[in-house]
């Protein structure tokens, strides 16, 4: 009978835990958003967990507790959260003049160039690359261009490639006018810049991001702002780890 009696107090401490609504305190859930994302969210705590919370509460959870507890065996709702959480603006010509001393160094190579963007947001920065590179007369066999982000979401949007106006901001009108088409109040990228980049979904710090292999430069700008000092230095490794030779390059910024 006590058996009974213990059996039942632990199902409602069970029911407690998953259906009183508790969402003050986020710390073991970023805790571990952070272990698998190296993104450390400490100083925008407060503002984080508010967020946290109504993401939660849209799917049907009472807490972060059982919330953590599905993210850890649920690997689409994971990556919901990271999708949520990694939202990156950017716009085409950001800091172009690192663009410029790529495309000098690939147009004196001799050997076909592979080339990193890493996160790749929703597209900009490696189609900038790209269009720089046809716009100097480069051929197109003497590089290889791929884009990486942690975040689906920005992955799907970069394949689609139609941007609005503020993306383009910087962007010449001659570069604008040969190499997007006016839809509505949007602009889509012409079909022989889209397919000279291609896209993966790979978080930096998984044993997948191997399987891309080595390459002459790597640009990794707006990433490091999100990790703490050890993570940086851990990133920053692991990347170097990937570059070919002496002569590779990693942009920073």
């Known amino acids: 009978m006590f058996g009974i009696f213990k059996r039942y107090e632990e199902n409602i401490q069970q029911l407690e835990r998953e259906y009183i609504e508790n969402f ?3 710390k073991s859930l970023l805790a571990y ?4 994302t190296g993104i450390d969210f ?12 109504n993401f939660c509460k849209k799917r049907g959870f009472y807490n972060f507790e059982s919330f953590l507890d599905n993210i850890k065996v649920d690997s689409f709702l994971k990556q919901e959260l990271v999708d949520y959480l990694t939202v990156n603006e950017t716009y085409f ?16 190579s001799s050997k076909i160039n592979r080339i990193l963007c890493i996160p790749s947001s929703t597209g900009e920065e490696p189609y900038t690359i790209a269009i720089a590179l046809l716009e100097e007369g480069i051929s197109r066999d003497k590089f290889e261009i791929i884009g990486v982000d942690i975040n689906s979401e920005v992955i799907t949007l970069a394949l689609k490639a139609v941007y609005r106006s503020r993306s383009l901001h910087r962007v010449p009108s001659n570069i604008k006018e040969r190499y997007f088409t006016k839809e509505g109040e949007s602009y889509a990228l012409s079909n022989r810049v889209k397919e ?5 979904i790979i978080n930096l710090f998984d044993d997948t991001f191997d399987e891309l292999g080595m390459f002459d430069y790597i640009f990794c700008r707006n990433m490091m702002i ?9 990133a920053k490794s692991i990347l170097e780890m990937h570059l070919k ?7 920073f910024g």
Do not use: C, G, H, P
């Open 24 to 26: 003050v305190d986020a």
């Open 33 to 36: 958003f952070k272990e698998e």
């Open 42 to 53: 400490v100083k925008k705590e407060e503002i984080i967990t508010v967020k946290l919370a």
């Open 93 to 108: 010509y950001r800091e172009f003049q690192q663009i410029e001393k790529l495309v000098q160094k690939v147009k004196k």
């Open 196 to 200: 000279l980049v291609s896209f993966k």
């Open 226 to 234: 999100y990790f703490d000092k050890t993570t940086k230095l851990k």
């Open 245 to 251: 030779d002496s002569k590779s390059e990693i942009f």
